[in-house]
T-cell receptor, first 112, second 114 residues
Framework: GEDVEQSLFLSVREGDSSVINCTYT??????LYWYKQEPGAGLQLLTY?????DMKQDQRLTVLLNKKDKHLSLRIADTQTGDSAIYFC????????????FGTGTLLAVQP | DAGVIQSPRHEVTEMGQEVTLRCKPI?????LFWYRQTMMRGLELLIY????????DSGMPEDRFSAKMPNASFSTLKIQPSEPRDSAVYFC????????????FGQGTRLTVV
C-alpha cells in the first residue's frame, strides 16, 4: 500500500539544526522528495534523492535514506526563521508516470 | 512561464451548488495532478492525468467529484453537489511526467462550502 507518515510538529531555535523524519511503506519507490509549503502558498520542491542513494547534501540540506527501514530524513543546518514552514516528504510510485504520494507534513517552527 | 495557474483562488458556495475548479498546467508538461489539502487528512492525491488521459482516480472521494482534461493546457475538477465537508484547499500540479521530475504546484483554490 501507499502510506507516508511524518511527525506533525517540530520546534527549534534559530541557528540550531532541524531534523524532520518520514517513513514510507512502498518499497518500489524510486525517488523520494522533500517539499516546502509556506503559508498561503503551494508546495515547492526542496530536494530529492534516488532510492539507491544513502545520502544527498545540498547546501544547508542533508537528506538521509535508510531503504531497509523505509525511513527518510531531512536535516536543515543553521535553521533560520525563514525556514518556518510545513515540510512534506513524498514518494514517487508508478512506473513511467511520476505519481507522488505525500506525507502528512511537519510544521517547523523556528524560534528567534 | 507563469507557472501552474489555478482559478479561482477563493470560492465560497452554498451546500448543494456545483463548483468548478480550473487549472492551466505549465506548457510542455504532460502530467497533471489534483490534490486536496485539509487539516485532518493532509495532502491527498485525488486524480492524475498523463497526456490528458486519467491514469488513477482512486483518490476521488465520491461520485460527486469528477475531473476532466480536454486538452494539454486545461483541466477542471468539478464537485456536484457540493457539501460542507468538501471545504479544503485544492491544488493542481504538473510535471514533465517522467520519473524524477519536479512537480510544480499552483497557488491552490480555497473552497468553502457553507
Amino acid at each position: 500500500g501507499e502510506d507516508v507518515e511524518q511527525s506533525l510538529f517540530l520546534s527549534v531555535r534559530e541557528g540550531d539544526s532541524s531534523v524532520i523524519n518520514c517513513t514510507y511503506t512502498d518499497s518500489s519507490s524510486t525517488y523520494l522528495y522533500w517539499y516546502k509549503q509556506e503559508p498561503g502558498a503551494g508546495l515547492q520542491l526542496l530536494t530529492y534523492i534516488f532510492s539507491n542513494m544513502d545520502m544527498k547534501q545540498d547546501q544547508r540540506l542533508t537528506v538521509l535514506l535508510n531503504k531497509k527501514d523505509k525511513h527518510l530524513s531531512l536535516r536543515i543546518a543553521d535553521t533560520q526563521t525563514g525556514d518556518s514552514a510545513i515540510y512534506f516528504c513524498a514518494e514517487s510510485i508508478g512506473g513511467a508516470t511520476n505519481k507522488l504520494i505525500f506525507g502528512t507534513g511537519t510544521l517547523l517552527a523556528v524560534q528567534p | 512561464d507563469a507557472g501552474v495557474i489555478q482559478s479561482p483562488r477563493h470560492e465560497v458556495t452554498e451546500m448543494g451548488q456545483e463548483v468548478t475548479l480550473r487549472c492551466k498546467p505549465i506548457s510542455g508538461h504532460n502530467s497533471l495532478f489534483w490534490y486536496r489539502q485539509t487539516m485532518m487528512r493532509g495532502l491527498e492525491l485525488l486524480i492524475y492525468f498523463n497526456n490528458n488521459v486519467p491514469i488513477d482516480d482512486s483518490g476521488m472521494p465520491e461520485d460527486r467529484f469528477s475531473a476532466k482534461m480536454p486538452n494539454a493546457s486545461f483541466s477542471t475538477l468539478k464537485i456536484q453537489p457540493s457539501e460542507p465537508r468538501d471545504s479544503a484547499v485544492y491544488f493542481c500540479a504538473s510535471s514533465r511526467g517522467a520519473q524524477n521530475t519536479e512537480a510544480f504546484f499552483g497557488q491552490g483554490t480555497r473552497l468553502t462550502v457553507v
